[in-house]
Structures are given as structure tokens and as C-alpha cells.
């Protein structure tokens, strides 16, 4: 246990730092915080097809200087920076490991795009760097490693903006505004659906390829070997992605309902599913049928192939005393038309990677106001989609005990609620 | 014996036995169809197999260590779905019973993976003294220990910590650490004695590792313990110690009571912190548990060496304040912020929104120092005051170009917020200084708009100049509103008719009416509009009365031409007037009954025209409609349906004085109402 990976997480950024001092600008030269009109230097870690996205924009953002691009395949940050130099005219510093980015003075924030299993991690480590984080959805894949990536975030004074951007698309805001308005009268049930669960079957082991840091891309998940179904398809597997569609599609959507319905607290879960056709070696199921009682408001998931609802192949629905809403990322419609509310038709969506929800972030840095999308707000979004899979794992309905995050009377299903992490990590 | 020589022979002749009879699914079918190369054959074995319980293990834990990994995969997840129902279902198998198969397949195995896999699925079921003991012992076991160790803290239980805490004296350093940081995670009782003998450990690294496991133990007790750790710690040690002592402080302020004790442990954080970060944390810590008095200590803590990095937790250490005695500590602490912090803490004093912060950010706003003034016009347009409008627009008279653009944003800032609140006269004050002072035709169109949504008296010169003819054609008929206020208010009472006129003339289709409804609603202005838009809102209803599916509407219960206000029908239902002052007035009939299927109710109003004049009746119902006009039936519509605005638009011609409207409206199922209008023949409403 001598690797880099077996030293504590500050004894190996204390030997980091003598590396990578003579590429960091002194502390001392940046301004205190970041000024409104300078730039925030930022780094992205995970290369991969979130965190690519995420380039393409930041590259272009005239509010933030891209000044490193990390992955554990060091194809992937060399592609990434070779994007970057040809987007904006300037090339990125590029880092297999992300200690070494949190251990630079003069980047003031990280964006994770990594596998879920690392969101924690990444966030609290960064926060105890003093870096301000934006971390991809879902923020954790227990309950556990949420509750500590709020209380990192708090005790550090850290601003950590979740990649739930649709809290900061219009269409959203306005459909909210409507609920929140009254116009549909009392919210009793409300819901989202995917029609889709990508995950495929079985893995062959095959060697490490040559550029790739195995055990890192492992991290606190318990060592395997090396497969190509993990590595790119990681939502697939229960170590490092919980629930699949759930876990992907359904955070985004089910936040959208936590958001309408003002409330991030069920008190009751039930699940059912499985992976019926196919994929008897798959860890996620490709079907799942959740409901979630809220006080006063039931809400559910619903998950299958082919799962169209008005011609749309994912959605949101909220239905009130007076009227019924539906939307997705294109346009929102309230039923009956004689609400005379119009159907209101989205800014078509160009990226997956919003820049409206980057901008957020980097003002938040600046005037270090709570974000939009708050890791408080997230990880309560997160933590039922992940009560949920635990409904579906343990196959019964379960009550929740939202102020003290645990299952009420329910050891067994509490286990759930955290996982262990391979040494030397730690939350 | 290892598993796979123990148990494939029952699997091979389990699956033999299957391949003799394939039309039966039992047992011995799944087995094989778990082993077949189709997936899906797999997948329904994988479905079905657990229902079998014990017999299905038995056949299925020699499959883990099936060379094909489809079907050791696959496999695995039976095994895991039968360990998971008895873990955690009634009707699962008997938990100790897995648990014994379980533990017995680990004795027998060899293989070191499937020996990890046999672990994880252990956690599921493992539960009594002696299975918690057998993973015990692989805590000794250098190729097992993590993953033992994993297990333990998985399961979760009294037992299982107390068997990590056991393990601790004897492990090596790395090892002891692991440990620790799982005890971490499950702060028992019982392990405490344990972890407070590795507080006197001769390593550094380790005394920070029990520090961080105390914590959450959040014992007052346990004070000195953890500030000697991190006083005595090591350059290597140093962050984690200090960590841990903040983590303590976060848990004792939770279990709650222990105020002073927890801001002494973040000042003595901040002074033996290993980095500018974590004295950052230890600044947060003092503002989010102190309160207003931390502020002027969190100031006197930043210097010129410091302030770089300490200056955004600092912020964010003060912004926790909150309350109006926040604000006014924020704006008592003003001359003692450090010079390099006042930008952004002018920020924070504008977001505050307090009054007591104006003085300051006006000062600021004419200071020399153009990053300084340029942050006070940011914080004035955050602020929300008015007078800050008044200290904005008076700037801008006088900036040079690049002061223009913040003055410009900043005045934007203050008219979003004076839009979004509804503060008419300031929404419409502060676009028109950005429409005075727009450095091109994007932004004075844009400017332009927001005058339209709020237009002003002192604005009306511009409104008139911006307003082409066929512009105000185009605008938005619910925009023509305030424009016509604006143009009164400022005695251009001619030009005002004029738009009046036109807006009448544009009323005409019941999208321009939903728009003005919606103008309406969001402007608070429905009690100018309920009467003018043709609306029928006050009727006499009776009801409810037959409405059967397959036939409709019945004959009335009284001459349409004449009914008895006075009468009484059946079991007591009477003629009730109902007033209804929404807009639109959609008559909910529901309202007279409750919910009911497949009755109808009628609803009678009287209108008073002057004159002989040819009009339309516009009408929406949930479900069906007839309508009858001085007795004469002039519209029968039978559909289910939901209302909507002018769904049905019925020609009539009015006589002079009394005409005599009678609605009946026939229930399905669902909504039951109506919403009618009176129009003239191009649509425009009839006020009568």
C-alpha cells in the first residue's frame, strides 16, 4: 500500500504541490474572491461525454478562463486540450490525477464530470482545497456521502452548484412560477417518466489500456478488473451508479417536481421492476415503477422502453385541483385550454451542458450566494431517487425519516444508505 | 471442499434433468436456462429462480465461479436477490439459513474473488454473533482484510463495530487508519474505548484518524483530546487533525447547547490550520454558529497576507447572518473591512437590501477608486431601494462610457426587481433612464419594451415617439393598458381615447381576451376588466335534474319562456342566485350539488338592450349546452367536453328592453360548468 493512491488525501497533495508549484500563480496575485468582471479560473475533471460537453461551452464562456482539463485517461485530457486550444486560442494544462488540480492556488473552481461513485469524493476534496465546485448529477450515490458533501460544503464556506441545470432553463422556471402561482389550483399528484435504460449486458476483463489509471477511475468503489463496459458504461453498475435511468434522467426530472410541489421530503416509498426482456447480468434495472408520498402530493416514476406520453419520450407532469401541467425540455402545455395559459415553447436546448446554469455558478462565486441549483437542494433531489432504489431493492415499501435521513424502524433498509470505501479514501 | 467440486455435480444433474423435460419450468429448467449462452434464456432464470429460496442457492453458488462470465454474473445476482429477500422481506428465506450457506461457501472457497463476492453478499444476511466473527477474522487476513473490513462497516451493526474496534490494536498503521475511518461511520458506544486508545498512538497520522472518528461521537469530553491531537500534530498530520477538530465543532453544534465551546474550538482551528482553506473553515465556522458579534472577530482575521484566500469564506462566514440585526451589524462593520474586501462586501450590504447600507454604497458609488464605485453601482442595483434608483440615474448622467455599461446593468438589475415586484412606477422609471442612456437601437429597443409593460407619465413623450401606428397595431392588446394609463396620467387624454378605441376594436377573438385576462390577473386591474369584456355573471340556477347518457337533455320542468323563480321542483330545489366575480366567471355547477354524473342544471339571466341590435352569444360548457332566448331555443349542443373560452358562438338578434337568456347544461362525468359572453356580431364585447 505505498502507491500515491494509499497516502492520505493532504499528504499527497502536500507532495503534489511541490510539483505543480511552478505552474501556480502565488495566491497573493489573485485578487480577494473573484472580482465581477474578472474571469474565474476553472478546471474540469472527466473528460468523458458530460465533461466534453462541458468544455465545448466553457471554452467559449467569456466568463470563466479554462485553465485545466483532467482524466484518468490521459488520451482523453490530451484530446480535450487540443478542443480547447482550437475553440479559444489557448491550451489548457492537462492532469491524469485531480489532486493535483486542488492543490494549484490559482484555480478558483473545479467542475466534476466524473462517474457518480466519485461526486463525493471530488466535492469534499475540493472544498477542503478552498475550491469552489460544480458537480454533475446525481451529486451521490448514497445518502451518506450527500449529508457529507453539504456539511464539506458548509464548513469550508464553499459554493457547490449541482448539474441539475434545468433550474436554470426558463421553460422550468416559468412552469414552476404557473404551480407556484396557483394557476392549477392545489398540486395532488405529480410524476416523471423516461422511456428509455441504455444499460446493456455482461463484461469481458481485458487488460488495463495503456494511459489509463484503473485504480484511481476505481477509487472508493471496491477493486475489479478492468473492463470496457465499466469504464464507459458505468451508469450500468450498482458500484458506481444507482438505479441506472433513475439515477440519470430521473434526478433531473424528479427535481423539476421537488421544485413544483415545494417539498424534497417523502414520507413513503414504493418500487417494483426488473430487467424482464434482457440483461441478466445487469446490475441496474431497465424497468422501473416508483411512488413517493409527499405530504399531500403523491409523485411517481415511471421508467420502461417505448414509455411515450403525449408524443413525449420523457416528461413531468403536475396535476392540480384546477388544471394540469406537462413539459419537457421543449415546450410546457397546461390542460384545460380555458386556464388561458398558451403553450409555452422552450429555447431549443443546445448542449446538454447549460450555459445559463455555468453562468449561475460562476456569479455565485463572485457574490458567493447560494446557486441555483444549491448541493443542499441536489442532494435532497438525489436522496429520493436513491430512496427509491433502495425501495426496489429490498422489495417493500419503506417510511422516511426526512429530518433524520434514516428509514423509520428499518435497520435493514438503513444499510442501504451508505457503502464502504476501498481504503486509503474516506469520507 | 471447495464449492464448485461440492455442488456442480448438483447443478450438472439438476441441469440434465431439465434438458430431458424442457417444457416444465421448475428448478432444474431455470438452472440450466441460467447456464444457457441466450440472454434472455438468463434472464428469466435470473427473474424466476429466487421464488425457489434455499434450493435455488444450493443449485446457484457453484455458478459463481462459472468461467463464463455471463453466467457467474448472472448467478451472482440470483444469489444476491435470494440473500436480499431474506434480508430484508417476510417472505424470503430464513436469513440465518443464507447466512449459513453463505459462510459455509466462504470456508470452502478459494479463489480470492470469490471469496470478495461471497463477502458482499454476506452483508446482506449476515447478522448473528458467529457470522460477524467469521468475517472478523478475515480482518487478519492480508489478500481479505479490505474487503472485510468493507463488509463490517456495510453491515452496520453494534456487533460489527465492535469487531473493527477489536481488530485496532493489532493491525499495521495503514490498515489501523482504514479501520478507524470506518468506525467513523458508525459511532457506537461501545467502540469508544477502542478508538480513544489510538488517540495516544506515537503517529501522528493515527491520533488524527481517532480525532476524526471521535467526532461525531460529539462528546464535551472529548475537548482536550482532540485539540492536544491537533496541537501535537505533524506537518503531514496537521490537516486532518484541524479537520477533525472542525468536524467535532460541526457535531457539537448539532447535538446543539454548546455555543462557546464550539466557536473556542474554531478559533483554535484556525490557529493550528494547516492551510489558508481550512483557516477558512475555521472563519465559516465562527460565522455560521456565532452571532453578529463574530462578525467584527471574523474582520480582525483577515490581513494583507491573508486576505486572498480567506476573503470568499470570510463572506460567506458573515452572508450566514441573517435577520434586519444582521444587516445593521453588516453596516456597523463597514469602516473596519479591510480595503481589498470592500468590493465584495458591498455586495453582500446591497443584497441585504437594508436601508442602513445606502449611505454607504452612495458614498461608495463616488469614491476615486473605479473598482470600488463600480461594485457600489452593482450592490445599488441589487438592493431593490428606490432611492437607489435615484443615485443610479444621476451617475449615469455623468459616466464616461465604460462606467455607463455597470450603471447600465446595474439599472437593469433595479428594474427586474421593481418588475418583478410589481412596482410599477420604478419599473417604468428605470427603463426609461435605459432608454435615455441606450448606446444602440438593441438595447433601446430593449428598453423600449419594458416602458410598454410599464409605462410611466414622464414617459409618455417617449411612449409616443417609439409607438409607430402600426406598431401599436401589433403590441399586445393587454399591453395597450398601461400605455393608455400612462398617456391620461400625462393629460394626452385624445391620443389615450384614440388607443382605447383600438384596443375595443382588437377585442375581438377570445385569445385577445385570455390575453387581457392574463394582463389582468398579473397587473391586479380585474376589478377594471370583470364588466367590460361581455362576461354574463349573474344567474339564477336550478338543478340538478335527469341527464341520462343515452338520450341527453329532457323536457324542461317549466316553460323555458317563462320560468318560476318562486317555484319549487321535486325534493326542495329552488332557483338560487349566484354572483360570480372571477375572471373568467366560469360557473361551476358543482358547486350548486357537489359532484354528480349525468344530471343537467339550468342557469337563467336577464340582459337589457336599448335598441334592436344583432349579437352573438359566446360560450364554453363541461359538458353539453342549449340555450334558449325569450323562450325560442337557439343552440343545442350534446358533447362531452371541457369548457374553453368562445367554443361555441351562437348569432342572435336582441329585442329593446328585457331579453330572457336560458342555459341548461348537461353533466357526463368530470367538470360540470359553463362561461358565457355577450358579443357584437364582429366579436367585440357587449357590456349590458
Known amino acids: ?427 | 471442499m471447495h464449492p464448485r467440486r461440492h455442488l456442480l455435480p448438483l447443478a450438472l444433474l439438476l441441469a440434465a434433468t431439465a434438458l430431458a423435460q424442457p417444457a416444465t419450468v421448475n428448478l432444474a429448467s431455470l438452472i440450466a436456462a441460467l447456464q444457457s449462452n441466450t440472454e434472455s434464456q438468463r434472464a428469466q432464470a435470473r427473474q424466476l429462480l429466487p421464488a425457489y429460496g434455499l434450493d435455488a442457492l444450493d443449485a446457484t453458488l457453484p455458478l459463481l465461479a462459472h468461467e463464463n462470465q455471463h453466467i457467474s454474473r448472472a448467478a451472482y445476482h440470483v444469489v444476491e436477490q435470494i440473500a436480499n429477500e431474506a434480508g430484508n422481506t417476510p417472505r424470503g428465506a430464513d436469513p440465518d439459513r443464507v447466512a449459513a450457506r453463505l459462510r459455509a461457501a466462504l470456508d470452502n472457497a478459494n479463489a480470492a474473488s470469490l471469496k470478495q463476492d461471497l463477502l458482499q453478499l454476506l452483508t446482506l444476511v449476515a447478522r448473528d454473533p458467529a457470522a460477524i466473527q467469521q468475517i472478523a477474522r478475515l480482518l487478519n487476513d492480508p489478500e481479505l482484510r479490505e474487503r472485510a473490513r468493507a463488509a463490517l462497516e456495510e453491515i452496520r451493526t453494534q456487533d460489527a463495530a465492535l469487531a473493527l474496534a477489536k481488530a485496532l490494536p493489532a493491525a499495521d498503521r495503514p490498515f489501523r487508519i482504514a479501520l478507524l475511518d470506518a468506525l467513523a461511520q458508525m459511532p457506537y458506544e461501545n467502540t469508544r474505548d477502542a478508538i480513544l486508545a489510538q488517540t495516544k498512538d506515537k503517529d501522528p497520522a493515527l491520533r488524527a484518524a481517532a480525532a476524526r472518528a471521535l467526532a461525531p461521537h460529539a462528546r464535551v469530553q472529548d475537548r482536550h483530546i482532540i485539540t492536544h491531537i491537533v496541537e501535537t500534530a505533524d506537518t503531514a498530520s496537521r490537516f486532518d487533525a484541524a479537520d477533525a477538530e472542525l468536524r467535532y465543532a460541526d457535531a457539537l453544534a448539532a447535538r446543539g447547547g454548546n455555543v462557546a465551546l464550539v466557536l473556542d474550538l474554531a478559533r483554535h482551528a484556525f490557529a493550528h490550520a494547516a492551510d489558508p482553506a481550512q483557516q477558512g473553515a475555521a472563519i465559516n465556522t465562527l460565522g455560521r454558529y456565532g452571532d453578529t458579534h463574530t462578525i467584527p472577530e471574523i474582520l480582525a482575521l483577515l490581513n494583507d497576507a491573508n486576505i486572498a484566500e480567506l476573503a470568499a469564506p470570510a463572506l460567506s462566514a458573515i452572508q450566514a447572518q441573517q435577520g434586519p440585526g444582521a444587516a445593521r451589524a453588516l453596516c456597523t462593520a463597514w469602516p473596519a473591512v479591510p480595503p481589498p474586501l470592500r468590493p465584495a462586501y458591498l455586495q453582500l450590504l446591497g443584497r441585504r437590501g437594508d436601508p442602513c447600507a445606502l449611505p454607504h454604497l452612495q458614498e461608495a458609488a463616488q469614491a476615486n477608486d473605479p473598482v470600488l464605485r463600480t461594485a457600489a453601482f452593482a450592490a445599488l442595483g441589487n438592493s431593490g431601494q428606490p432611492a437607489a434608483l435615484d443615485t443610479l440615474i444621476a451617475a449615469i448622467e455623468n459616466a464616461d462610457q465604460a462606467e455607463r455599461e455597470h450603471l447600465r446593468t446595474a439599472l437593469q438589475t433595479l428594474a427586474a426587481h421593481f418588475a418583478a415586484a410589481n412596482d410599477r412606477p420604478n419599473a417604468g422609471k428605470a427603463a426609461l433612464a435605459l432608454y435615455r442612456h441606450a448606446p444602440d437601437e438593441t438595447a433601446r429597443a430593449a428598453a423600449a419594451e419594458t416602458l410598454r409593460r410599464f409605462p410611466i407619465a414622464d414617459a409618455a413623450d417617449v411612449l409616443m415617439k417609439i409607438l409607430r401606428p402600426d406598431e401599436l397595431k401589433q403590441l399586445p392588446v393587454a399591453a395597450l393598458s398601461g400605455i393608455i394609463a400612462a398617456l391620461r396620467e400625462a393629460n394626452h387624454n385624445k391620443k389615450a381615447d384614440e388607443l382605447q378605441n383600438l384596443q375595443f376594436q382588437r377585442l375581438d377573438s377570445a385569445a385577445a381576451v385570455q390575453e387581457i385576462i392574463a394582463f389582468a390577473h398579473a397587473s391586479g386591474t380585474t376589478d377594471q376588466w370583470r364588466d367590460k369584456l361581455g362576461f354574463i355573471r349573474k344567474w339564477q340556477l336550478l338543478g340538478p335534474f335527469p341527464f341520462p347518457p343515452n338520450t341527453g337533455f329532457q323536457t324542461p320542468p317549466f316553460d323555458p319562456d317563462r320560468p318560476d323563480f318562486n317555484a319549487q321542483y321535486g325534493d326542495g330545489r329552488r332557483w338560487t342566485p349566484i354572483e360570480n366575480d372571477a375572471l373568467p366567471p366560469i360557473m361551476d355547477l358543482m358547486a350548486l350539488t357537489g359532484p354528480r354524473d349525468h344530471v343537467s342544471a339550468f342557469a337563467a339571466a336577464t340582459v337589457h338592450s336599448d335598441k334592436p341590435r344583432d349579437a352573438q352569444i359566446r360560450c364554453g360548457s363541461d359538458d353539453a349546452i342549449r340555450i334558449w332566448l325569450n323562450g325560442t331555443l337557439v343552440h343545442n349542443h350534446l358533447i362531452d367536453r371541457g369548457t374553453a373560452l368562445d367554443a361555441d358562438i351562437v348569432p342572435i338578434k336582441l329585442r329593446p328592453g328585457a331579453n330572457r337568456l336560458l342555459v341548461e347544461i348537461g353533466q357526463y362525468a368530470g367538470g360540470w360548468n359553463f362561461v358565457l359572453r355577450l358579443t357584437d356580431p364582429q366579436g367585440r364585447p357587449l357590456n349590458l
Open chain 1, 1 to 427: 500500500m505505498d502507491t500515491p493512491h494509499s497516502l492520505s488525501r493532504r499528504q499527497f497533495l502536500h507532495r503534489a504541490g511541490t510539483l505543480a508549484a511552478a505552474a501556480a500563480t502565488p495566491a497573493a496575485a489573485r485578487a480577494a474572491t473573484v472580482p465581477i468582471n474578472d474571469k474565474v479560473r476553472l478546471a474540469v475533471v472527466g473528460c468523458g461525454g458530460m465533461g466534453s460537453r462541458h468544455i465545448e461551452a466553457l471554452a467559449v464562456n467569456p466568463q470563466c478562463s479554462l485553465a485545466a482539463v483532467c482524466d484518468v485517461a490521459k488520451s482523453r485530457y490530451y484530446d480535450q486540450m487540443d478542443i480547447v486550444e482550437k475553440l479559444n486560442g489557448t491550451r489548457p494544462d492537462g492532469y491524469q490525477d485531480f489532486r493535483h488540480i486542488l492543490d494549484r492556488n490559482d484555480i478558483d473552481a473545479v467542475l466534476f464530470a466524473t462517474p457518480d461513485h466519485w461526486h463525493a469524493l471530488n466535492t469534499i476534496l475540493a472544498c477542503e482545497a478552498g475550491k469552489d465546485v460544480y458537480v454533475e448529477k446525481p451529486v451521490c450515490v448514497t445518502v451518506t456521502e450527500g449529508r457529507a458533501m453539504v456539511a464539506a460544503a458548509r464548513r469550508y464556506g464553499r459554493i457547490v452548484q449541482a448539474g441539475t441545470q434545468q433550474r436554470s432553463m426558463p421553460l422550468f422556471q416559468k412552469a414552476v412560477e404557473l404551480i407556484h402561482n396557483g394557476r392549477l389550483g392545489q398540486i395532488t399528484t405529480a410524476g416523471a417518466w423516461i422511456g428509455v435504460n441504455a444499460c446493456g449486458v455482461g463484461e469481458t476483463i481485458e487488460p488495463v489500456p495503456k494511459g489509463l489509471d484503473w485504480d484511481l477511475w476505481l477509487g472508493p468503489a471496491p477493486w475489479v478488473p478492468f473492463s470496457r463496459e465499466r469504464f464507459g458504461g458505468f451508469r450500468c453498475f450498482y458500484d458506481y451508479a444507482r438505479g441506472g435511468e433513475l439515477a440519470n434522467w430521473g434526478i433531473h426530472l424528479l427535481d423539476i417536481v421537488h421544485w413544483g410541489i415545494r417539498q424534497d421530503r417523502p414520507l413513503a416509498i414504493q418500487s417494483t421492476g426488473g430487467s424482464y426482456p434482457n440483461a441478466a447480468a445487469a446490475d441496474n434495472y431497465e424497468t422501473i415503477e416508483s411512488i413517493m408520498e409527499y405530504p399531500g402530493c403523491t409523485v411517481t416514476w415511471d421508467q420502461r422502453h417505448q414509455n411515450l406520453k403525449e408524443g413525449r419520450g420523457y416528461g413531468i407532469y403536475f396535476n392540480g385541483t384546477e388544471a394540469k401541467i406537462i413539459m419537457d425540455r421543449g415546450s410546457f402545455k397546461v390542460i384545460p385550454e380555458s386556464t388561458g395559459v398558451p403553450e409555452y415553447i422552450g429555447e431549443p436546448e443546445r448542449s446538454w451542458a447549460n450555459p445559463d446554469h455555468h453562468n449561475n455558478f460562476f456569479h455565485c462565486i463572485r457574490t458567493r450566494n447560494r446557486p441555483a441549483a444549491d448541493i443542499e437542494q441536489a442532494f435532497r433531489s438525489t436522496a429520493a431517487i436513491l430512496l427509491a432504489g433502495i425501495a426496489l431493492k429490498v422489495q417493500r415499501k419503506l417510511w422516511w425519516d426526512g429530518d433524520a435521513e434514516r428509514f423509520i424502524n428499518d435497520p435493514e433498509a438503513d444499510r442501504h444508505l451508505h457503502r464502504a470505501y476501498r481504503a486509503p479514501w474516506h469520507l
